[in-house]
Structure formats: structure tokens, C-alpha cells
Nanobody, 124 residues
Framework: QVQLVESGGRLVQAGDSLNLSCAAPGLIFSTYAMGWFRQSPGKVREFVATISGTGDSTYYSNSVKGRFTISRDNMKNTVTLQMNSLKPEDTAVYYC?????????????????WGRGTQVTVSG
């Protein structure tokens, strides 16, 4: 059974940096594109960033472009979201997702597997 496990979420101050990780031990990891999404109370799940299986392609939402960086380590089956210059509006539960294939998508409906999420709270 495929499990995605996020970690790294916590309470931080505005302007701080935070690193989220997602472990995917049950996947043939390099054959899956990975994505990060987030959801705040009362809002729909929002795309944050995605990276291709090979790591050659990335794509970001406009709201995080230039502040967040997605990367992956296919030897360790992990994907990371480096978040800099955090803002209170970045507060959300952050989810890791996996999609079979190398292509990258921002639509959450294209993803096959999801983690349970990790809470990021940015106080301002």
C-alpha cells in the first residue's frame, strides 16, 4: 500500500523559512511526478508546486513563485518544499501528492496518492 508521509510543519513567524518533507517508501519513486498542495479552513485545496519524476521540470503557483522551491531525491524517495519569506496567508495544511508518470500537473484530480498533511501556521 502506498503511503505518503509529510513532516516539517510547525508554527513560525512571518518572514521565516521552513522546510517540508514527504517520504514515499512504497513507490517506484522516479516514475511519479510529485506535488505539494495546501488547504485552509473553508477553502478548496490549492496547488502549490510540482516536480517531474526525473526532477527536470518544476512548476509553481503564482502565489509562491520566487519564495518556495520544490526538489526531490530519487535515491531517498523524498520530495522537499523549501519555503522562504513566509506570510500569514501561507497558513494551511500542506499535502504531498504523487502522480504516476513524469508529466507535471497543477490539478489535484490528476494525482493518485495523497498524504495526510502537515500543518503550517505563520503568525504575523
Amino acid at each position: 500500500q502506498v503511503q505518503l508521509v509529510e513532516s516539517g510543519g510547525r508554527l513560525v513567524q512571518a518572514g521565516d523559512s521552513l522546510n517540508l518533507s514527504c517520504a514515499a517508501p512504497g513507490l517506484i519513486f522516479s516514475t511519479y511526478a510529485m506535488g505539494w498542495f495546501r488547504q485552509s479552513p473553508g477553502k478548496v485545496r490549492e496547488f502549490v508546486a510540482t516536480i517531474s519524476g526525473t526532477g527536470d521540470s518544476t512548476y509553481y503557483s503564482n502565489s509562491v513563485k520566487g519564495r518556495f522551491t520544490i526538489s526531490r531525491d530519487n535515491m531517498k524517495n523524498t520530495v522537499t518544499l523549501q519555503m522562504n519569506s513566509l506570510k500569514p496567508e501561507d497558513t494551511a495544511v500542506y499535502y504531498c501528492a504523487a502522480r504516476a508518470g513524469n508529466a507535471i500537473y497543477s490539478d489535484p484530480r490528476n494525482y493518485n496518492y495523497w498524504g495526510r498533511g502537515t500543518q503550517v501556521t505563520v503568525s504575523g
